[in-house]
């Protein structure tokens, strides 16, 4: 079974609000990476917060991260419609598990103009 | 940089008919991944490799084999395949340090379809 899970599965906004995402996993990880995909493409890496870090930003991206809950949050402030896309967490626990990086199923945002 | 290629992009097969998908990266990364993506899911990690010679089963290896000779490249082999191996197939590469994985360099895809 897929470590990390996501909430809400679907999330549709106006173009100016933030959006957020929430992620739980379930073992020790040694880090945590956002991932966006836009219909029919790859995914791109957003950014990435280690363990021993609670919070990250990368321009409009807030990322925040709750070891003791097992748990992360992405926050997209003032959405525009080019952020309309299925994020994506991925665990990365390490140890004997060093190489598996596991995904979430994702949330799918929706961005109106 | 060409980043991570993958060939072909799109691919039908028949039941039973075998074939390999390629993957290959020339930003000298020693972790190199296979993905498959179903409709409405994330991604469900098939088989991964740390470096060169170095292979390991992800969460649905069954069906599928991998080998990893060169840094490059890291082909995946559909043996038979099945209409549940339908799917949309993602490779990907990354740096690893200090036993842990860093940021992922996806391809662009290939959509299999097997009748």
């Known amino acids: 079974s897929q470590q990390g899970e996501e909430d809400p599965q679907a999330l549709s906004i106006q173009e100016g609000e933030n959006a957020t995402m929430n992620c739980s996993y379930k073992?020790?990880?040694?880090?945590l990476q956002w991932y966006r995909q836009n219909s029919g493409r790859g995914l791109v890496h957003l950014i990435l917060?280690?363990?021993?870090?609670r919070e990250k930003h990368s321009g409009r991206l807030r990322v925040t991260l709750d070891t003791s809950k097992k748990s992360s949050s992405l926050l997209i402030t003032a959405s525009r419609a080019a952020d309309t896309a299925s994020y994506f967490c991925?665990?990365?626990?390490?140890?004997?598990?060093?190489?598996?990086?596991?995904f979430g199923q994702g949330t799918i945002l929706t961005v109106h103009p | 940089n060409a980043g991570v290629t993958q060939t072909p992009k799109f691919q039908v097969l028949k039941t039973g008919q075998s074939m390999t998908l390629q993957c290959a990266q020339d930003?000298?990364?020693?972790?190199m991944s296979w993905y498959r993506q179903d409709p409405g899911m994330g991604l469900r990690l098939i088989h991964y490799?740390?470096?060169?010679?170095?292979?390991d089963q992800g969460e649905v290896p069954n069906g599928y084999n991998v080998s990893r000779s060169t840094t490059e490249d890291f082909p995946l082999r559909l043996l038979s395949a099945a209409p549940s191996q339908t799917s949309v197939y993602f490779c990907?590469?990354?740096?690893?340090?200090?036993?842990?994985?860093?940021?992922?360099?996806f391809g662009p895809g290939t959509r299999l379809t097997v009748t």
């Open positions: 990907a590469s990354s740096y690893g340090r200090g036993g842990e994985i860093y940021e992922q360099y």
């Open positions: 073992t020790s990880i040694n880090n």
């Open positions: 917060i280690r363990s021993n870090e």
């Open positions: 991925a665990t990365e626990a390490g140890g004997t598990s060093y190489g598996k990086l596991t």
């Open positions: 930003m000298n990364h020693e972790y």
């Open positions: 490799s740390v470096g060169a010679g170095i292979t």
